[in-house]
């Protein structure tokens, strides 16, 4: 699979490279962050050749998969149960770890299995139904295939690595997020971040939606979805990353496609093998907001297409009208909460219930966290 000259142009700032037509070129792998570029676009590191990163991690849709609640497998047909997160700004997420409270915060995937960037890199070659590779050895040998890798992996790690498959497994590693931790990933030059500067005016109904989601007394938004204490700081990444069971129903339509059975519920952090204890069970990490508008389908499982309608979810807990239990993607109600014991229910019952110019507001108010590049995408 090879990124057409139309990505090329409208993101220069990532050199896309076509490993399958031509050869690495030497020239670009003349940094780390520039080998680990080459990495993320290579198709060969995959079991049949068909998949890299970028596949499942679109540049041209805010690094996240716009085909799907979940992304398909290098095999063509193998689905996963959970959507694939963005990764812009994910070089911002701290490791996983407990805070001064006892509470788990960070890490990589929905549940920071993986510690840090490098850990969550090396996880897609091996997963079967990702990239599907059999070990660590098989994707070292792909590595060894190109003699520019060979060049450009001794001079940034030594001599003689990539004949060591652990040390060049976690070389590739290492590289990945190099190329992940560049500012363009995290550029923070949103409508709202020009407006934090003053260099860009919010709409009435954006600033409507700014005063609701950093509201104390309206909405709980900003329970989660601030990082920094005080609204409007710069940098601000719209997560606390910390992890809570907010009630997601399990998307029947993926597991009609994944065969995975309609009633099982997703362990969600308590799959972290640091966090097992039965009330982790069904938490999943705050996500970032940062390009939420362009990032969907949403939540851990994809199970919402359109961002008003999470919005629409958030406020059923707050509402007791009939028509606000109702999903009006599917003109059912909201399908039932799959792990009840561990639901954060005093965290989603503090907000008020929302009026639809709000909901609005809010909706609006969250397309302005999308980076400049993505702003073409936005829709009306």
């Avoid at 499942?56 to 193998?78: L, Q, W, Y």
């Avoid at 940034?156 to 070389?171: I, M, R, T, W």
């Avoid at 601000?236 to 029947?252: A, K, L, Q």
């Avoid at 108010?365 to 702003?375: C, P």
Wanted: aromatic letters at 10%; a negative charge; charged letters at 25%.
């Amino acid at each position: 699979m090879c990124l057409g000259a139309s990505r090329v142009a409208r993101f220069s700032r990532f050199a896309v490279v076509c490993l399958l037509a031509m050869p690495v070129q030497a020239q670009s792998l003349e940094t780390l962050d520039a080998l680990g570029e080459a990495l993320f676009f290579d198709v060969d590191l995959s079991k049949n050749r068909t998949q890299s990163c970028a596949s499942c991690h679109d540049p041209d849709h805010g690094f996240a998969d716009p085909r799907g609640a979940a992304s398909i497998g290098d095999d063509g047909v193998s689905l996963g149960d959970r959507n694939a997160p963005t990764v812009t700004y994910a070089a911002l997420i701290p490791a996983f770890h407990k805070n001064k409270d006892d509470r788990w915060i960070g890490g990589q995937f929905h549940d920071g299995r993986a510690a840090t960037l490098e850990q969550q890199a090396g996880g897609p070659p091996l997963n079967p139904i990702e990239m599907g590779m059999p070990d660590a050895a098989s994707v070292v040998a792909r590595l060894r295939e190109k003699v520019q890798y060979g060049v450009a992996f001794e001079r940034e790690f030594g001599a003689g690595v990539l004949d060591d498959v652990e040390a060049g497994y976690q070389a590739m590693t290492v590289a990945i997020a190099a190329f992940e931790r560049r500012d363009s990933f995290a550029p923070f030059d949103s409508k709202y971040d020009r407006y934090v500067r003053g260099e860009a005016e919010l709409t009435r109904e954006e600033l409507l939606g700014e005063t609701l989601f950093f509201s104390q007394q309206f909405t709980n938004c900003n329970l989660c979805h601030q990082l920094h204490m005080r609204p409007g700081s710069e940098r601000e990444t719209f997560s606390n990353y910390d992890y809570f069971n907010i009630g997601v129903p399990n998307n029947t339509d993926l597991r009609a496609l994944n065969g995975v059975k309609l009633d099982k519920s997703d362990n969600g952090l308590s799959d972290n093998p640091l966090a097992t204890a039965p009330e982790n069970f069904g938490k999943f990490k705050v996500p970032t907001l940062r390009n939420v508008a362009v990032t969907g389908p949403y939540m851990h499982n994809g199970v919402f297409a359109d961002l008003r309608t999470v919005v629409l979810f958030y406020n059923r807990y707050n509402s007791n009208a009939a028509a606000r239990q109702i999903n009006p993607e599917t003109g059912k109600e909201f399908g039932p909460i799959p792990v009840p014991q561990t639901l954060a229910s005093a965290e989603l019952t503090e907000g008020d219930a929302l009026k639809d110019v709000e909901i609005d507001a809010l909706v609006a108010f969250m397309k302005t966290l999308t980076d400049a590049r993505y702003e073409p995408l936005l829709v009306d």
